[in-house]
């Protein structure tokens, strides 16, 4: 039966190929015609070149070159020449036409940089690129069109190290995969440093040719250049487990990672294709909309994108799809909304199918947060399993859309992201976005009906700006503008956050509940041009002549807003690494305070605050290596010119550092520490800094 089930298929494959070699003989025919008749399987080797035209959109396309003087003189043309030379080299073609075949791609190449005015440089993968198209024996005309549709459309803006695609692609990973993403960040091994060869030769640097034809066979009928992420993610989860399981150096890892590409096989592309295909049906379509300009003409890339990818705590996802992703049916994309911002905000008015979980619990009463965390998750299991308009298996998490204040909801983010809980997002711009979309909508005309998604917990609807409008009541049973299954179950946890008492339990205390204590360890890149790490070196708050120190110890509201955060977060091979133990044991050190250094974005790091005549040393543990640490900041006392806690928050400690002169103070770093018995390291680190500054007085 199964030699009759082989030649069933290969029946099928021989009139597929002959209606496909019919309707491309007929002219006419577009990509979904090509589509409806491959089904995304492997193209005929002789008609490879007239599908991939037309899915690059280059049939009939001019001769671009016609009008070049074809003068090869670039000051890179050396190296251009010796690169295509070296790509002939590889390929199997007779030795008369080797010299023709050199010409046309240097001249590809050269007329490319002369005409969008690009400097030429090996990495950059352009020789991989031409690679598969020059197998496909095309005129020079063919050759430069479909070189240039790829690079225009197929290779994202800024693929270089550290550029913004490879930021884009960790955040796919972490949303996919957290645990990996995780491990991967923790031993510093950025995409960009195993990855930079897939996304700019498309795979084509690695793969055998027709592995590599294959794939493009694939990728080029999708019609969607983001989807080389998803088969990039599934080349990282296959190999998961292997990864996991690496105890070699960090070299040899990327090495692993970045060839792993090589061991694909022609039979593995249908799978990698259909594991990619249900990978991007389960991300937000947020993902490609809010990073379009990654790909295009260059006109669309001219507005500088205001989001800085390396600094994105998770994914975010535009409050357009999160309204409208639970409305629709089938196996979409749906969210389960948390609500991070205070009670008082909440219960003012907020999405009618979000979950409240008040981010100040986490530090005001851990126990609470964690009964909270509970519930969040039975809610969302039960709103799955009922069918409910609030239900989904993607969690996306909304503040207030105020940069202060959202961080505790940041912090609330990144515990889930250390649980390694897939599926993580958040809202982007917040509450105040959504109040300004759906004010957006409105002003088409109030029979859209879209009021009823903002509701109040007192019972009453909420107006978009969040004022109380009238006293309907929250609940009719169309699912929509009852009070839904989510907001019965906030209802007796919203009372209690609104009551804690402003004595604050630290959550990382030595407690038997392993909740308590959370090692928040994700690495994350530091913002060279914002942040300033003070060394040594540098010159420190000593007085100017006749100035007086400037000290003092008190609370604050709110965050100021020109800080500088100093700590750097990256880089950490170059930091110098220490015996925490030995440290804390020598005999200048007079105080030793463990806690958690706490950045701008909610992550915090596990560190000890060492305490000299003198200085104040922050040790950053390393949690792959235990008992270690880097030497993450030292600071002269005597630059000390501000110590402040949240009065809300009094265990979250700020150190401002920096110089008096005759026109005021200078802050030149701030550093946040979240310190258990905070009251009692303060004391001792204003007793020493008084010394310090007693001395230079004297």
């Known amino acids: 039966m199964e030699p009759l089930k082989q030649s069933a298929e290969a029946i099928r494959e021989i009139v597929k190929e002959k209606d496909l070699a019919d309707a491309l003989e007929e002219g006419g025919c577009d990509l979904e015609t090509v589509r409806n008749i491959i089904q995304g399987r492997q193209l005929p080797a002789d008609l490879r070149a007239k599908v991939w035209k037309i899915a690059l959109n280059v049939v009939?396309?001019?001769?671009?070159?016609?009008?070049?003087?074809?003068?090869?003189?670039?000051?890179?043309?050396?190296?251009?020449?010796?690169?295509?030379?070296?790509?002939?080299?590889?390929?199997?073609?007779?030795?008369?036409?080797?010299?023709?075949?050199?010409?046309?791609?240097?001249?590809?190449?050269?007329?490319?940089?002369?005409?969008?005015?690009?400097?030429?440089?090996?990495?950059?993968?352009?020789?991989?690129?031409?690679?598969?198209l020059v197998h496909l024996r095309l005129p020079r005309s063919d050759l430069y069109n479909c070189f240039y549709a790829i690079m225009n459309k197929f290779i994202p803006r800024d693929c270089f190290m550290r550029g913004r695609p490879f930021h884009l692609f960790r955040l796919l990973l972490q949303y996919h995969e957290p645990e990996l993403c995780s491990f991967l960040d923790t031993k510093k091994m950025t995409p960009d440093s195993y990855a930079l060869n897939w996304l700019g030769s498309l795979f084509s640097y690695y793969c055998s040719a027709e592995v590599t034809q294959a794939i493009w066979d694939g990728y080029l009928q999708q019609a969607d250049p983001?989807?080389?992420?998803?088969?990039?993610?599934?080349?990282?989860?296959?190999?998961?487990?292997?990864?996991?399981?690496?105890?070699?150096?960090?070299?040899?890892?990327?090495?692993?990672?970045?060839?792993?590409?090589?061991?694909?096989d022609l039979e593995d592309i249908e799978d990698l294709f259909s594991l990619a295909q249900y990978y991007c049906s389960k991300t937000p379509a947020s993902f490609r909309k809010d990073n379009h300009s990654l790909f295009g003409s260059s006109l669309l890339g001219l507005k500088d994108d205001d989001t800085d990818l390396s600094q994105a705590l998770c994914l975010a996802i535009s409050v357009s799809e999160i309204l409208q992703a639970n409305q629709q049916q089938g196996e979409g994309v749906r969210f389960f909304v948390v609500d991070c911002r205070p009670a008082e905000q909440y219960n003012a008015g907020h999405l009618s199918t979000a979950f409240h979980l008040d981010s100040d619990l986490m530090l005001q009463n851990p126990s609470e947060f964690a009964q909270s965390v509970k519930s969040l998750l039975e809610a969302q299991k039960q709103s799955i399993e009922s069918g409910s308009v609030a239900g989904g298996e993607h969690l996306c998490f909304m503040g207030s859309g105020r940069e202060e204040e959202d961080m505790y909801m940041n912090m609330v983010l990144a515990h889930f992201?250390?649980?390694?809980?897939?599926?993580?997002?958040i809202a982007k711009g917040g509450f105040m976005a959504l109040q300004q979309h759906l004010a957006d909508i409105n002003v088409e005309g109030p029979e859209n009906g879209y009021g009823h998604w903002i509701a109040s917990t007192s019972g009453s609807r909420s107006s978009i700006n969040s004022s109380v409008d009238g006293?309907?009541?929250?609940?009719?049973?169309?699912?929509?503008?009852?009070?839904?299954?989510?907001?019965?179950?906030?209802?007796a946890l919203k009372t209690k956050s609104v009551n804690v008492k402003e004595k604050v339990i630290s959550f990382i205390e030595n407690t038997s509940t392993p909740v308590d204590r959370i090692p928040f360890n994700i690495p994350w890149p530091d913002r060279a041009s914002l942040e300033r790490h003070v060394s040594s070196s540098d010159r420190v708050g000593k007085p100017y002549r006749g100035v007086k120190p400037v000290f003092s110890i008190g609370d604050e509201e709110e965050y100021d807003t020109d800080e500088i955060d100093s700590s750097s977060m990256s880089d950490d091979d170059r930091k110098e690494v220490v015996n925490i133990q030995t440290w804390i044991n020598k005999p200048d050190v007079k105080y030793n305070f463990p806690c958690n250094e706490v950045k701008e974005n909610g992550h915090m790091f596990p560190s000890h605050l060492?305490?000299?005549?003198?200085?104040?040393?922050?040790?950053?543990?390393?949690?792959?290596?235990?008992?270690?640490?880097?030497?993450?900041?030292?600071?002269?006392?005597?630059?000390?010119?501000?110590?402040?806690?949240?009065?809300?928050?009094?265990?979250?400690?700020?150190?401002?550092?920096?110089?008096?002169n005759t026109?005021?103070?200078?802050?030149?770093?701030?550093?946040?520490?979240?310190?258990?018995?905070?009251?009692?390291?303060?004391?001792?680190?204003?007793?020493?800094?008084?010394?310090?500054?007693?001395?230079?007085?004297?």
């Not at 992201?417 to 997002?425: D, G, P, R």
């Not at 006293?471 to 699912?479: A, F, H, L, M, V």
Request: charged share 25%.
């Open 60 to 132: 009939g396309k001019g001769d671009s070159l016609a009008s070049w003087d074809g003068s090869l003189d670039l000051p890179e043309q050396s190296i251009i020449h010796k690169d295509c030379q070296e790509l002939i080299d590889q390929l199997s073609v007779p030795e008369e036409e080797k010299s023709v075949l050199l010409l046309d791609i240097e001249s590809v190449i050269t007329f490319y940089c002369k005409s969008r005015n690009v400097k030429y440089s090996s990495c950059l993968g352009w020789i991989h690129l031409l690679k598969p």
């Open 226 to 264: 983001f989807f080389i992420y998803f088969l990039m993610l599934i080349i990282l989860v296959n190999a998961k487990d292997v990864i996991l399981a690496q105890e070699s150096d960090k070299e040899e890892m990327i090495k692993f990672l970045e060839t792993s590409p090589a061991n694909l």
């Open 417 to 425: 992201l250390q649980k390694n809980k897939e599926y993580v997002s």
């Open 471 to 491: 006293d309907s009541p929250n609940g009719s049973s169309d699912g929509k503008g009852v009070k839904s299954l989510v907001n019965k179950m906030t209802v």
């Open 610 to 660: 060492l305490v000299t005549a003198t200085h104040m040393y922050c040790l950053r543990e390393i949690p792959s290596r235990k008992g270690l640490a880097y030497i993450q900041s030292r600071q002269a006392l005597n630059s000390v010119v501000k110590i402040t806690s949240k009065k809300k928050h009094p265990e979250l400690i700020t150190f401002k550092y920096g110089n008096s």
């Open 663 to 698: 026109s005021g103070i200078e802050i030149l770093a701030v550093e946040r520490y979240l310190i258990p018995n905070a009251g009692d390291a303060t004391k001792a680190i204003k007793q020493q800094i008084m010394k310090v500054l007693d001395a230079l007085e004297s």
